[in-house]
């Protein structure tokens, strides 16, 4: 499988006003070293908590988040080095979903001139062949032709998510970064959006970058993962060997507290304690050690350096680190 | 867990045949139909359902919080302990809501005062049911904070809800609920804001408070998975109706209206490996569309004549007593019997 998307340790720290008249700033550290690439045709997810930088992860792919350190790799080219008609005209083939399609479409313009709108401006089509196009672009998402000359208060939460979906098609990406689609939407039809993705997958032969907290989607969805805790990825492999046997211990309890629909399904892990720290005062070393039940000495000093353990990689102490990786964290 | 089933405890709730209506373009439309159900002490009854169902308008009708301009409760009982609270009067409802039963919600900051302290929010409670003094009012509202392990939980109790994270501020709602005792809680989705290893917190919080007052529990919620950690017993809610009902495991085991069989295909699961998911076609009817059959029939593969002319009863499910479900092809229904009714 030829590499598509490689992301080489991103950073983004945003500076946060904090107290009155902004007179105190705070730093606040949303990515830290994110590095994972992503396959042609494949879906790459990023699993974590609310806060955890999985949609900054994903946003700074587009540059709508301007990363501080890293390279973001589309094709061999770095995006964050691109100009801005550079920039533009990559954009049309890295497309982005929103968990809200409501809130991203506008409500005074009807289904045909959203659509219209991009296809026009990237030159996708001419004012003679767009209309057929969108026509096809709806079937292809499986909306009626009328949908066309209807608003977007008149569709329902699926129908709107389809909406979504059809304008980020309307440029003939290659790569959708897609930010908790299905999430806003009740499970009977979230799981007929998940299987149109799947359906334009393979036709189109599209890859995704898929954000969710939902360990269940993610499994279904994607091939391989990476788990984000507090602007770090803690731990990367397929989503088999993550979701079956977790190694680091925060994998290990949000595996253990997803819910699953089985009354005998009994929690193994202990249930972790208290909340997650704030992304703008981490503690030190290993950001989960208050939390972790495996806590050791040295967690509580030194982040631990990224292993390699199997086809996995985890930033845990638990695992032995080859002795030439301890300073590449 | 289910021997709450057969114990000759009398329900703390019982709601039969409530109807609850809505104005919609000066036409009335139910959002529940001919609903029953009961819970007894120490139980918890899980109602689920995907939106619209009419799963949160059940509780607020228990609570009598149905808005009066637009909507009405126009047939049925809902008696607490007895007691039928479709008699009660404005006033009299004000002293049993937040006493014999409280509800907490899905956002927890919606329904805190943002410019009081945590701590008088509670003991506000206590004061109005109980006419505690100030100090004794405190001193309670304290052990409740304690009771649902806000940690260092003194210092905190002059604490504003902004200073609260989302978790900590459902164990407030928590603490607020519970103040006075009550026999019955109901929960409308208390976990749904929260992030999964924060939501297993409260749901193991709210489990072990049940058992230890005993009092009965209505959660509702969109979550099969959540369903199968709480409840002990479940109702499915499509349309208005409850159409399938039964003990947990063999909810789980045995899902037999072909709504609750299909929700369960339809879920993605992080347990299981890669598998087909099967998504039911079309959407739920709006509450302004009248069907005189099942409310399913048009996305139902089972579909029969009958499911579209008439209305399907509460039938046992395989000679269960427990397990109930409104289906003309699952259910128990003998051919004679069925016409006669």
Known sequence: ?329 | MSDTLNSPLQPVLSVENITTEFRINGAWHPAVRDLSFSVKPNETLAIVGESGCGKSITALSVMRLISKTQGRISSGSIRLQGRDLLACSEREMEAIRGDAMSMIFQEPMTSLNPVMTIGDQIAESLRYHRGLSRRQANARALELLELVKIPSAPSRFKDYPHQFSGGMRQRVMIAMALACDPQLLLADEPTTALDVTIQVQILALLAELKERTGMAMVFITHNLGVVASIADRVAVMYGGRIIEEAPVEQLFDRPTHPYTEALLRSMPRVDRDRSELHPIPGQVPPITVRTPGCRYADRCPLRIERCIREVPPLAPVGGNPHHTARCWVRADLPVQESIAS
């Open chain 1, 1 to 329: 499988m030829t590499t598509l998307l490689d992301v080489k340790n991103v950073s983004k720290t945003f500076v946060v006003g904090k107290g009155f008249m902004g007179s105190r700033k705070a730093k606040l550290q949303a990515l830290h070293d994110i590095s994972f690439s992503v396959g042609e045709g494949e879906s790459f997810g990023i699993v974590g908590e609310s806060g955890c930088g999985k949609s900054t992860a994903g946003r700074s792919i587009l540059r709508l988040v301007e990363p501080d350190a890293g390279q973001v790799f589309y094709q061999g080219e770095d995006l964050l080095t691109a100009n801005r008609k550079r920039m533009r005209a990559l954009r049309r083939e890295i497309q982005i979903i929103f968990q809200d399609p409501y809130a991203s479409l506008n409500p005074r313009l009807t289904i045909g001139r959203t659509l219209a709108e991009p296809m026009l401006l990237h030159g996708v089509a001419t004012r003679r062949d767009v209309e057929e196009k969108i026509q096809s672009v709806l079937a292809e998402v499986g909306l009626p032709p009328q949908a066309m000359q209807k608003y977007p208060h008149e569709f329902s939460g699926g129908q709107r998510q389809r909406i979504g979906i059809a304008r980020a098609l309307a440029l003939d990406p290659r790569l959708i970064i897609a930010d908790e689609p299905v999430s806003a939407l009740d499970v009977s039809i979230q799981a007929q959006v998940l299987q149109l993705m799947e359906k334009l997958q393979r036709t189109r032969r599209l890859s995704f970058v898929f954000i969710s907290h939902d360990l269940g989607v993610v499994r279904h969805f994607c091939r391989q993962v990476a788990v984000m805790y507090l602007g770090r990825i803690v731990e990367k492999g397929s989503v088999n060997d993550v979701f079956e046997e977790p190694l680091h211990p925060y994998t290990q309890a949000l595996r253990a507290a997803s819910p699953v629909p089985d009354p005998r399904a009994k929690i193994t892990v202990a249930k972790i304690e208290g909340d997650a720290a704030s992304a703008m005062s981490p503690p030190s070393g290993c950001h989960f050690h208050p939390r972790c039940p495996k806590a050791m000495d040295i967690c509580r000093r030194e982040y631990p350096a990224w292993r390699e353990v199997g086809h996995r990689g985890v930033a845990c102490h638990l695992y032995p680190a080859k002795a030439g990786d301890a300073h590449a964290a």
